[in-house]
């Protein structure tokens, strides 16, 4: 079974920029889109990266996706931190028709 | 404006069945596809199965199989989320969520755009 494997945690302080990345088990990560979510406490997930690199309306471009095939992995990346911006980060894709969350990264500003 | 509101939270013994609703309003119902999505007190997001609202195909999670049963109304515009033989493991927060994406050949595409408020299951004797 296809997985994705994020970090548990990261953190870095507000300003700076940081990346969380997401590794596919097998095959190529590039074979299906990778999708980011973002979830606060208490909240259902809300996306801020879809189809690898692309924000919905309202998410703010210091958020930006990217895919690296050399390390079947995809990359989220978070420039000029905000404290509202700590948060749950979850990677997305598919395997077969079926869906495939990463185990989410804890992303603290401190 | 989309929205999706879910039903309240229950408290159910282990071996009973629960059913999530999921009522959808804002958009064609039938034009887009609602996923179940689960998440554990502390644990991951964890994907249970999708139904095409159009023509009620479905297709869940091999984690769930036998278990979990996702049907459509189309005249109440909702979806329902049914899963049986409760475990105490069961306890969770259930999210609906709609998908406009599509696959072919074995890919996908598509996101979550918007997602229910979530329904607190828990199983306890």
């Known amino acids: 079974n296809f997985m994705l494997t994020q970090p548990h945690s990261v953190s870095e302080s507000p300003g700076k920029t940081v990346t969380i990345s997401c590794t596919g088990s097998?095959?190529?990560?590039?074979?299906?889109?990778v999708q980011w979510y973002q979830q606060r406490p208490g909240s259902a997930p809300t996306t801020v990266i879809y189809?690898?690199?692309?924000?919905p309306s309202g998410v703010p471009d210091r958020f930006s996706g990217s895919i690296d095939s050399s390390s079947n992995s995809a990359s989220l990346t978070i420039s000029g931190l905000k404290t509202e911006d700590e948060a749950d980060y979850y990677c997305?894709?598919?395997?077969?028709?079926?869906?495939?969350f990463g185990g989410g990264t804890k992303l603290t500003v401190l | 404006q989309v929205q999706l509101v879910q039903s309240g939270a229950e408290v159910k013994k282990p071996g009973a069945s629960v059913k999530v609703s999921c009522k959808a309003s804002?958009?064609?119902?039938?034009?887009?596809?609602v996923h179940w999505v689960r998440q554990a007190p502390g644990q991951r997001l964890e994907w249970m199965g999708w139904?095409?609202?159009?023509?009620?195909?479905?297709k869940y999670s091999q984690n769930f199989q036998g278990r979990v049963t996702i049907t459509r109304d189309t005249s109440a515009t909702t979806a329902y989320m049914e899963l049986s033989s409760l475990r105490s493991e069961d306890t969770a927060v259930y999210y609906c969520?709609?998908?406009?994406?599509?696959?072919?050949?074995?890919?996908?595409?598509?996101?979550?755009?918007?997602w229910g408020q979530g329904t607190l299951v828990t199983v306890s004797s």
């Open positions: 969520a709609r998908w406009g994406g599509y696959c072919s050949g074995g890919s996908c595409q598509g996101y979550f755009d918007y």
């Open positions: 804002g958009y064609t119902f039938t034009s887009y596809a």
């Open positions: 139904i095409n609202a159009g023509n009620g195909n479905t």
């Open positions: 097998s095959g190529s990560i590039a074979s299906n889109y």
């Open positions: 189809e690898d690199n692309q924000r």
């Open positions: 997305q894709s598919y395997d077969s028709s079926t869906v495939v």
